[in-house]
């Protein structure tokens, strides 16, 4: 099955500063990659995804990239600000979802 | 409004008194799955169900039961539970299930406490 590898554990950024996390996946068969946001006490909630056939995908502060011949992609959180401090998970998906241990991000005001 | 409802929300029992964890969803979805959240482990799966009467094992189903009756239920139960399953467990369901890329909504999670 999928073993999805997260660093770092935690991060601390300056608010305004960019935050990156990123992942390794091991099954190259992996074809969806979402990343989840779990805000203190409310279950993770989908952020953004990528599929195998894009590279790189954007939404509004934060941008995700894929490289499927190395196996890893990342999430990008530009201009953090203190709504962005939360747990992310990174997850790879062949036919069922496996998560990365997650990211602990702080924004420090 | 659209939602995953776990209930109890915190639950603290003793070694080997059984508890059920319920679970109900009103978006009409197939898939239905169950997780735990341990620090350091992430989010790993217990059991999932694509559809009524029909579930499976996910990556840690030991010391664990679920029932799929009805489409909007996914009871979650620990028949005699032992001190390794305290934990934060989180119940999702998605549209359908079986290819992995599907959107997952989550409750709002249980935080259980065995002593």
């Known amino acids: 099955g999928e073993n999805v590898e997260q660093h770092p554990s935690t991060l601390s950024v300056q608010e305004g500063d960019s935050a990156v996390i990123k992942c390794t996946y091991s099954d190259s068969a992996s074809n969806y990659f979402p990343w989840y946001k779990q805000e203190l006490g409310k279950g993770p909630q989908l952020i953004i995804d990528?599929?195998?056939?894009?590279g790189e995908k954007k939404d509004q502060r934060i941008a995700v990239t894929l490289n499927k011949t190395a196996k890893h992609f990342s999430l990008h959180i530009t201009e953090t600000q203190p709504e962005d401090s939360a747990v992310y998970f990174c997850?790879?998906?062949?036919?069922?979802?496996?998560f990365g241990a997650g990211t602990t991000v702080t924004v420090r005001a | 409004e659209a939602q995953v409802t776990q209930n109890p929300r915190y639950l603290i029992t003793v070694t080997g008194k059984k508890l059920t964890v319920t679970c109900s969803q009103n978006m009409n979805h197939e898939y239905m799955s169950w997780y735990r959240q341990d620090p350091g482990l992430g989010l790993r799966q217990i059991y999932y169900?694509?559809?009524?009467?029909?579930?499976d094992k996910g990556d840690v189903p030991e010391g664990y039961k679920v029932s799929r009756k009805e489409k909007r239920n996914f009871p979650l139960i620990l028949e005699s539970p032992s001190p390794n399953q305290t934990s934060l467990y989180f119940c999702?369901?998605?549209?359908?299930?079986?290819?992995?890329?599907?959107?997952?909504?989550f409750g709002a999670g249980s935080r259980l406490t065995v002593l």
């Open positions: 169900s694509m559809n009524v009467e029909v579930t």
């Open positions: 990528i599929r195998s056939n894009v």
């Open positions: 999702a369901s998605s549209l359908i299930g079986g290819t992995g890329a599907n959107v997952l909504t």
């Open positions: 997850a790879g998906s062949d036919y069922k979802l496996s």
